[in-house]
């Protein structure tokens, strides 16, 4: 059975710092990208930043390059996504993501999801 369990979120004041985890089961983990989406009340889930398969390679939304970083680790089957220089505008939930091919700009490319964590900050 296909699992991504997405963890670590929280409120916390504008310019903290959280990580959110996701861990993934019952799929070849080492072969998918895997990505961090985000969404906001009555809004499209939107792209945050992907890894590739192999975690030499990243992308990040301009509005988060710089303070977002995301990691992988094969051997673990997680993905980490370290938020710092939090701001009010970075509030929405959380979702990681896995995609064997396709955009990693789009949701609609990703084949499974987490189910979403939390994420407040406040002003």
């Known amino acids: 059975q296909v699992q991504l369990v997405d963890s670590g979120g929280g409120s916390v004041q504008a310019g903290g710092s959280l990580r959110l985890s996701c861990a993934a089961s019952?799929?070849?983990?080492?072969?998918?990208?895997m990505g961090w989406f985000r969404q906001r009340p009555e809004r499209e889930r939107e792209f945050v930043a992907a890894?590739?398969?192999?975690?030499?390679?990243?992308v990040y939304a301009e509005s988060v390059k710089g303070r977002f970083t995301i990691s992988r680790d094969n051997a673990l089957k997680m993905v980490y996504l370290q938020m710092n220089s939090l701001k009010a505008g970075d509030t929405a939930v959380y979702y990681c993501?896995?995609?064997?091919?396709?955009?990693?700009?789009?949701?609609?490319?990703?084949?499974?999801w987490g189910q979403g964590t939390q994420v407040t900050v406040s002003s």
């Open positions: 993501g896995a995609r064997f091919s396709g955009s990693m700009y789009i949701a609609g490319a990703y084949d499974y």
């Open positions: 019952g799929f070849t983990f080492s072969i998918y990208a």
């Open positions: 890894i590739n398969s192999r975690g030499d390679n990243t």
